[in-house]
């Protein structure tokens, strides 16, 4: 089993930043990829980014230029800068890592929201 703790989530104004970590302990020997979901009360949850052991990104539409996703492989930890947040950014986020074999552990979840 692996276990994530999350931090860093909390309440800004709209175009102030955070950042939220996720740190993974246990069996992280298979991860393949970690990264941060999101989801708003009423709605699906979505893909914000995800980073692979090799450093390569992908990133939801609604985040690209403002999040950055980093990995330190050493710490198994992920970093989510968010930049010039949004109302439209409040959610609770997710992080996940996908093992090699398809296999996902999530995180339980940490509240963002943004006043306008």
């Known amino acids: 089993q692996v276990q994530l703790v999350e931090s860093g989530g909390g309440l800004v104004q709209a175009g102030e930043s955070l950042r939220l970590s996720c740190a993974a302990s246990?069996?992280?020997?298979?991860?393949?990829?970690m990264g941060w979901y999101r989801q708003a009360p009423g709605k699906q949850r979505e893909l914000v980014a995800s980073?692979?052991?090799?450093?390569?990104?992908i990133s939801g539409d609604s985040v690209k230029g403002r999040f950055t996703l980093s990995r330190d492989n050493a710490k198994n930890t992920v970093y989510l800068q968010m930049n010039s947040l949004k109302p439209e950014d409040t959610a609770v986020y997710y992080c996940?890592?996908?093992?090699?074999?398809?296999?996902?552990?999530w995180g339980q979840g940490t509240q963002v929201t943004v006043s306008s």
């Open positions: 246990g069996s992280i020997f298979s991860i393949a990829t």
């Open positions: 980073i692979t052991t090799g450093g390569i990104t």
């Open positions: 996940n890592v996908m093992f090699q074999n398809g296999a996902r552990s």
